[in-house]
């Protein structure tokens, strides 16, 4: 069986958001490139789901969560829980490394 993800509502808002950024700021080829990475990336940690290093944020939703970056666009950070489902993870947002993201997740609730 092949690994599998499942991206949560508010991770393909992320997603959503960063290519709209993208198509605008640069170009439209930019951002489908980006979200094709990004989707690879899924694979790729479905696939090893403890590539990734754990989260490091003080937020009590994320204790089980790991963070890795979007190939190619290294500063975009997945947040994914593994084994969150039985044979799949969940990607939980997709954000720039530059936000604070102690106030992203605080903020959320």
Not at 96 to 106: A, K, N, T, Y
Request: charge should be positive; charged fraction near 25%.
């Amino acid at each position: 069986m092949s690994a599998r993800y499942a991206v949560l509502p508010r991770a393909d808002r992320d997603l959503d958001e960063q290519a709209h950024y993208l198509a605008r700021e640069t170009d439209l080829q930019i951002a489908l490139r980006f979200l094709e990475a990004a989707h690879q990336t899924f694979t790729l940690l479905a696939s090893k789901p403890t590539l990734g290093w754990p989260c490091r944020l003080r937020h009590p939703h994320l204790a089980a969560v790991r963070v890795f970056p979007v190939k190619g666009f290294g500063k975009m950070l997945v947040f994914y829980r593994p084994g969150a489902l039985a044979d799949r993870i969940e990607i939980v947002r997709v954000l720039h490394g530059s936000r604070d993201l102690e106030v992203v997740f605080r903020d959320e609730g």
